[in-house]
């Protein structure tokens, strides 16, 4: 028998800056989308957006969240928050 238990309500650490832009870039890779495609998206130009994927910017969270939608993930994840709660979901569904 496994057991599973899950602490709720405690945050992990925030990943440093390059951790979380990395997510951006891998995200964005696993979505299959060039930052042209992620920037039309988005409605900004790809030049912004390419600044947010190399870290010489940092995202309001709300683009962060639109970010999430494109990607197919969470905005937890692409803020480097990911305590693995949503994987352990998904195996037990």
């Keep these: ?4 238990v899950l602490i709720i309500g405690q945050q992990s650490e925030q990943l440093p800056l390059l951790e979380i832009v990395e997510k ?3 995200a964005r890779l696993d979505a299959g989308l060039t930052q042209l495609e992620v920037a039309e998206k988005l409605g900004v130009a790809q030049a912004q957006y390419a600044r947010w994927e ?15 939608e494109i990607f197919g993930t969470s905005f937890e994840i692409l803020k480097g928050r990911d305590d693995g709660l949503e994987e352990i979901v998904s195996l037990l569904n």
């Design 1 to 4: 028998m496994i057991k599973i």
């Design 24 to 26: 951006y870039e891998k």
């Design 54 to 68: 190399n870290g010489g910017r940092n995202p309001k969270d709300e683009t962060v969240e639109k970010l999430a």
